[in-house]
């Protein structure tokens, strides 16, 4: 059984800096095995906002880009969300997620779409101005 495991969220003012962890067990890494992490805002859709696959490849949403990166230890089964200068609007239920990419080539790289099969419980990042 596949349990992913959130911790590091909290409340912090605008302008500081949070690093969420998420801890895989009973998951299979494969070649093209992604993780990612979402968030769910009150009233709002969830909205991806970060990913990674198995060769390090990361794509990061523009709402936050050059402000939050992923990274991930692969001996720790760890994915990691590192946030920096906190706004208000990054206020939300952030959840990781692990999954899949359809599509993987080893000899050329390509990769397709990562289609996420687990999730987990979500740790509550809060951001007051």
């Known amino acids: 059984q596949v349990r992913l495991v959130e911790s590091g969220g909290g409340s912090v003012q605008s302008g500081g800096s949070l690093r969420l962890s998420c801890v895989a067990s009973g998951y299979t890494y494969r070649r093209n095995s992604c993780m990612g992490w979402f968030r769910q805002a009150p009233g709002k859709e969830r909205e991806g906002v970060a990913e990674?696959?198995?060769?390090?490849?990361?794509r990061h949403a523009d709402s936050v880009k050059g402000r939050f990166t992923i990274s991930q230890d692969n001996a720790k089964n760890t994915v990691y969300l590192e946030m920096n200068s906190l706004k208000s609007e990054d206020t939300a239920m952030y959840s990781c997620?692990?999954?899949?990419?359809?599509?993987?080539?080893?000899?050329?790289?390509?990769?397709?779409?990562?289609?996420?099969?687990?999730w987990g419980q979500g740790t509550q990042v809060t951001v007051s101005s």
């Open positions: 990674i696959d198995n060769d390090g490849i990361k």
């Open positions: 997620a692990g999954g899949y990419l359809d599509e993987y080539d080893p000899s050329t790289r390509f990769r397709g779409r990562c289609v996420f099969q687990h």
